[in-house]
T-cell receptor, first 114, second 110 residues
């Protein structure tokens, strides 16, 4: 079946511009996660959605970062007034429910801020 | 927040040899997972071991967990060139957030 998809696959933007990154989780998966991976580094947790519960935003690095999940499915990560240090690969993952723990990752969006 | 520390950071072996990497952590966990990441297939879940388990096998993979030492190891037996990737240990403590370690880069030379 279809996996997690993300768009765009690559995004180049100028410093100060806003960007939106999209994630389509696997159908039926209630949990959705956003991570950031800088070059050669591990994954940094950003935000977690579970059903209709309030999201866990504890990993968002600044108030320039926000995310929404509409209808319990598609999610959008928005970065306002982008900075060069925001350059990274942004990965989305979904899981059937939190108790299963296994996360299925999308291919990521490579963001480059010039 | 705690994060797994992986050792070694990089590993180079010949095809057919075994590869072992370790993960240490600081606080109690509910489970520990290993993921693999390569350019071709992205980030893929390999195996999960719960805090009350000591060893699990999946194909050529063997994972151990020693909660008294707060450490885990991942063994890949009879390595193949396709095993070339970065391997991450992932911790789950209380709550639903998973914490990724920095990864071990494995190069399997044909």
């Amino acid at each position: 079946g279809a996996g997690v998809s993300q768009s765009p696959s690559n995004k180049v933007t100028e410093k100060g511009k806003d960007v939106e990154l999209r994630c389509d989780p696997i159908s039926g998966h209630t949990a959705l996660y956003w991570y950031r991976q800088s070059l050669g580094q591990g994954l940094e947790f950003l935000i977690y959605f579970q059903g209709n519960s309030a999201p866990d935003k504890s990993g968002l690095p600044s108030d320039r970062f926000s995310a929404e999940r509409t209808g319990g499915s598609v999610s959008t990560l928005t970065i306002q007034r982008t900075q060069q240090e925001d350059s990274a690969v942004y990965l989305c993952a979904s899981s059937l429910d939190p108790s299963t723990d296994t996360q299925y990752f999308g291919p990521g969006t490579r963001l480059t801020v010039l | 927040s705690q994060q797994g520390e992986e050792d070694p950071q990089a590993l180079s072996i010949q095809e057919g040899e075994n590869a072992t990497m370790n993960c240490s952590y600081k606080t109690s966990i509910n489970n520990l997972q290993w993921y693999r990441q390569n350019s071709g297939r992205g980030l893929v879940h390999l195996i999960l071991i719960r805090s009350n388990e000591r060893e699990k096998h999946s194909g050529r993979l063997r994972v151990t967990l020693d909660t008294s030492k707060k450490s885990s190891s991942l063994l890949i037996t009879a390595s193949r060139a396709a095993d070339t990737a970065s391997y991450f240990c992932v911790l789950k403590a209380a709550g639903n957030k998973l914490t990724f370690g920095g990864g071990t880069r494995v190069l399997v030379k044909p």
